[in-house]
């Protein structure tokens, strides 16, 4: 029997919480206060399932932190190169909420292909100390993600730790492309 870790109960028992709190409002500004209340209460419910996440994290055996708060586990180690924060890079990488939802992945076997330096600050700590051949699990805090904003489009609140896997495929060689280019 599978046991869920402490910090999925609280999501459940959160989820349940707000669901069960919700009451009718009667004006558009009781409106605006009760998402704006819940916002609130999911963005400091976010910071401590991220802590919480973090710390188990942290004793899984090979985890490295980051003076930043990054933490990494090297689950496959590549030989190649590594990239530079000016370095555009293929990567296959999958995006996951502390609960284990994805929110973003690459397609199957198609790479994305993205310039380090344009990626949110988590990514641009740990991509200069991957190599080709690289395939990392990384949680990012979340000023170092998407921050107290959270994304735009929803899929990503406030305050939300983000956990990535990242295998670096290839770095670029900007040589090569300009060969590519000339007549």
Not at 118 to 139: A, F, H, I, S
């Amino acid at each position: 029997m599978k046991f869920l870790p402490a910090w999925a109960w609280l999501v459940g028992f959160g989820l349940v919480g707000i669901v069960g709190a919700q009451e009718p409002v009667a004006n558009e500004e009781g409106v605006s206060e009760e998402v704006n209340l819940g916002v609130e209460k999911g963005a400091r419910r976010n910071i401590t399932l991220g802590a919480m996440y973090r710390e188990e994290f942290q004793q899984q055996e090979g985890v490295q932190e980051l003076k930043s708060g990054v933490l990494y586990k090297v689950e496959v180690a590549g030989k190649g190169k590594a990239p530079k924060t000016s370095d555009w890079i293929r990567v296959n990488y999958a995006g996951k909420h502390v609960d284990g939802r994805v929110f973003d992945k690459s397609k199957e076997g198609e790479p994305a292909r993205l310039r380090v330096d344009r990626t949110v600050p988590g990514w641009q700590e740990v991509l200069p100390r991957m190599r080709e051949g690289d395939k990392w699990e990384v949680v990012i805090p979340s000023h170092l993600g998407y921050g107290a904003k959270g994304t735009g489009a929803g899929n990503i609140g406030a305050n939300e730790t983000l956990v990535f896997t990242i295998e670096l495929v290839e770095v670029e060689d900007p040589a090569k492309k300009a060969e590519a280019k000339q007549p």
